[in-house]
């Protein structure tokens, strides 16, 4: 079975702060993508990549930034955490192909106060 | 921006009745996904529907993909508790399978 680690379930950061969220994945995937998900909303994309130093911005890029240094991992960097930014986080992993299903993490629930 | 409604918002029923969600957008989308997440996890796949007109069963869940693949349904006949949890559409975008999810639906099954 593929795993999606995602390296904390919640975390607490005061505003301002710089805020690293680590995904990895142990299935040799190219894709890796960062969702937030808020009630109401859904999940919206972030960012993903399709190849290791490859990014590409999402729906709502703003306020993030991205690290892929190697295949398996995927790095989510919120530069000035803001209470807007408030939510849960999941990343998820898919090969690349059409019809590829995505590979859910079981999320990080991160609070900024 | 291609946008995914579904319908209800929230279900809850009693266990034995049967219950249809609905996924609507005003796009064509090449495939839909219909994903499962429980409570504390990440989304489970169930289900990957690409031609238009497409039916498929899971069990006692029954997807339909529109003719004109821009909508999608989710039949599920004699709920049971274990099918408790929020079901989501997602549509395909094109390319690097970049999805758009749609808000979900919420559905709880009472003993």
């Known amino acids: 079975d593929v795993k999606v680690t995602q390296s904390s379930r919640y975390l607490v950061k005061r505003t301002g702060e710089k805020v690293f969220l680590e995904c990895v994945q142990d299935m040799d995937h190219e894709n890796m993508f960062w969702y937030r998900q808020d009630p109401g909303l859904g999940l919206r994309l972030i960012y993903f990549?399709?190849?290791?130093?490859?990014?590409e911005k999402g729906d709502i890029p703003e306020g993030y930034s991205v690290s892929r240094e190697k295949k398996e991992r995927f790095s989510l960097i919120l530069e000035s955490a803001s209470t807007n930014q408030t939510s849960m986080y999941l990343c998820?992993?898919?090969?690349?192909?059409?019809?590829?299903?995505?590979?859910f993490g079981n999320g990080t629930r991160l609070t900024v106060t | 921006t291609q946008l995914l409604e579904q319908s209800p918002q929230f279900l809850s029923i009693q266990e034995g009745e049967n219950l249809t969600v609905y996924c609507n957008s005003s796009?064509?989308?090449?495939?839909l996904q219909w994903y499962r997440q429980e409570p504390g996890e990440g989304p489970v796949l169930l289900v990957t529907?690409?031609?238009?007109?497409e039916v498929k069963k899971l069990k006692r869940l029954t997807f339909q993909f529109g003719d004109a693949r821009k909508d999608s349904s989710l039949h599920i006949t004699a709920a049971q508790p274990g099918d408790t949890g929020l079901y989501l559409c997602?549509?395909?975008?094109?390319?690097?399978?970049?999805?758009?999810f749609g808000a979900g639906t919420r559905l709880a099954v009472h003993p």
């Open positions: 997602a549509g395909d975008q094109g390319g690097y399978n970049k999805l758009i």
């Open positions: 796009s064509v989308f090449s495939s």
């Open positions: 998820a992993s898919s090969l690349y192909g059409r019809y590829s299903p995505l590979h």
């Open positions: 990549s399709y190849d290791v130093k490859m990014k």
């Open positions: 529907v690409v031609t238009g007109g």
